[in-house]
């Protein structure tokens, strides 16, 4: 069990964890607080959702970065600077929002990968 959890869940380097954790904590605070104007009581499953979506949200981005990355290579794009931050944004949005559904596909990799390094 123990050498499951280090090639999952442990796999992803822990500065880029770290960073993708902050950012997913300041995503579920403007979620709560944006949603908290429409709601007098948040319910049990929300908050646990909330706090798990935060945990995934690193190997959901994970996913989305190696996927893109896949795609564009090394290429480079000069785009307008609001574009590039408003798609960003949106990205982390949908990433933090779905990362129950996309995490499970980068901790497989994980698993995997690091089978084989082993």
């Known amino acids: 069990m123990q050498d499951f959890i280090n090639k ?8 880029y964890y770290v960073r993708h954790f902050i950012f997913g904590i300041v995503i579920a605070i403007v979620f709560v607080s944006a ?3 429409g709601f007098k009581h948040f319910s049990f499953g929300f908050i646990f959702s909330a706090v798990l ?3 995934l949200y ?3 981005r994970f996913v989305y970065e ?5 795609i564009f290579g090394n290429n480079v794009f000069f785009v307008n600077m609001i574009l ?5 944004i949106i990205s982390m949005m949908i ?8 995490a499970p596909l980068g901790l497989g990799y994980l698993y995997f990968y690091h089978s084989k390094n082993s």
Do not use: D, E, Q, R
């Open 8 to 15: 999952t869940f442990k796999g992803l380097n822990t500065a």
């Open 35 to 37: 949603l908290s104007n």
């Open 53 to 55: 979506n935060t945990f």
């Open 58 to 60: 690193p190997y959901a």
């Open 66 to 70: 190696s996927v893109v990355g896949y």
């Open 84 to 88: 590039l931050l408003t798609l960003k």
């Open 95 to 102: 990433c933090w929002t779905l990362a129950i559904f996309i």
